[in-house]
């Protein structure tokens, strides 16, 4: 609960300001509260799972999420105003 939620909330910040850097204004409102949905949507499932899996199994299903959104993130390309500062 609390190290996976350490991990996660620098990830989903960092998702939401990629998303409004990179993303139209006439999408943007929609698009970004998409993190904060997936993230609350995660943490049900993860109570949802704690009903039918020992804590072991069900540790390693609720940090797959997490790690994959951390392995993606590494492949994302700069955003503009990042690009922009650096000329």
């Not at 991990?7 to 990629?18: A, G, K, R, T």
């Not at 409004?20 to 993190?35: F, I, K, M, Y």
């Not at 390309?77 to 690009?83: G, N, T």
Request: net charge negative.
């Amino acid at each position: 609960g609390d190290v996976s939620e350490l991990m996660m909330y620098p990830l989903i910040c960092y998702l939401s300001i990629y998303i409004a850097e990179t993303v139209s204004a006439d999408q943007r409102g929609s698009l970004g509260c998409v993190p904060a949905l997936l993230h609350a949507g995660g943490v049900l499932a993860g109570y949802a799972l704690g009903a039918l899996l020992a804590w072991p199994p069900l540790s390693l299903v609720c940090a797959a999420p997490g790690l994959l959104l951390l392995a993606s993130m590494m492949t994302v390309v700069e955003p503009p105003a990042h690009l922009a500062r650096a000329g």
